[in-house]
């Protein structure tokens, strides 16, 4: 049976996210240890909240080094919500703060008005659907079997933007404006989107994820 080690550092949803890997029958462990992140079979990084307070927890209990060096093994890795921005190398949210560097790029805010100009609710939160990225082929990926225009559920102010397209595995549109859902680089993955709250798709992202 496979194991998912979800990182504890002091923010929300760890309990929401650990049922769902069960559910999909995984031994699940917590932890804020170096050492038994550096020796996991897979990591997830979850996370709601402030990215400065969100670096400040995985800091504190010094495992920025053992994450970093995790991902150079290319076992998978998994960030959710503000466990995905976690993942570029800058936010500008509250400041400009410095991330983990996994996956090249900043953390911006969603802009205030859609395409045209309308004024739209910030944060984005609810239902919204999967896009692909210039053709990006999910196979293969933790969208496998996903069809395009997939809704997920989305709570979020900040947005991803990576440095290199080609790390956008998949996208949502607000009002026009498209934003990253989903990014990876080899076995590191990140999503915008909470697959625990997004019912059989979430599930089936999660399956995909532990197959890696």
């Not at 031994?27 to 979850?46: D, H, Y």
């Not at 239902?127 to 969208?143: A, F, K, M, Q």
């Not at 680089?185 to 399956?207: C, W």
Request: glycine content about 12%.
């Amino acid at each position: 049976m496979h194991e998912v080690t979800i990182i504890d550092y002091g923010m929300g949803n760890l309990l929401s996210v650990a049922r769902v890997f069960e559910k999909c029958g995984v031994n699940v462990k917590l932890s804020g240890n170096a050492r038994e992140i550096e020796k996991a079979e897979r990591i997830v990084l979850p996370g709601v909240g402030a990215f400065c307070d969100g670096m400040a927890g995985l800091s504190e209990r010094n495992v920025v080094d053992s994450i970093k060096n995790f991902v150079l093994t290319e076992r998978p890795f998994l960030g959710i919500c503000l466990g995905m921005q976690m993942m570029l190398n800058t936010s500008e949210e509250f400041g400009s703060h410095e991330g983990l560097g996994l996956i090249p790029g900043k953390v911006a805010p969603i802009p205030a008005t859609g395409e045209d100009g309308t004024p739209h609710k910030i944060p984005h939160i609810g239902w919204n659907e999967l896009v692909s990225r210039g053709g990006t082929s999910w196979d293969g990926t933790i969208l496998t079997g996903i069809s395009e225009g997939t809704a997920v559920y989305f709570v979020h102010s900040f947005a991803v933007v990576p440095s290199d397209e080609r790390h956008r595995l998949a996208d949502v549109l607000y009002n026009g404006r498209l934003i990253s859902a989903a990014i990876r680089l080899g076995n590191t993955y990140g999503t915008q989107f909470h697959p625990e709250k997004s019912g059989e798709a979430g599930l089936e992202i999660v399956a995909n994820f532990l197959k890696l």
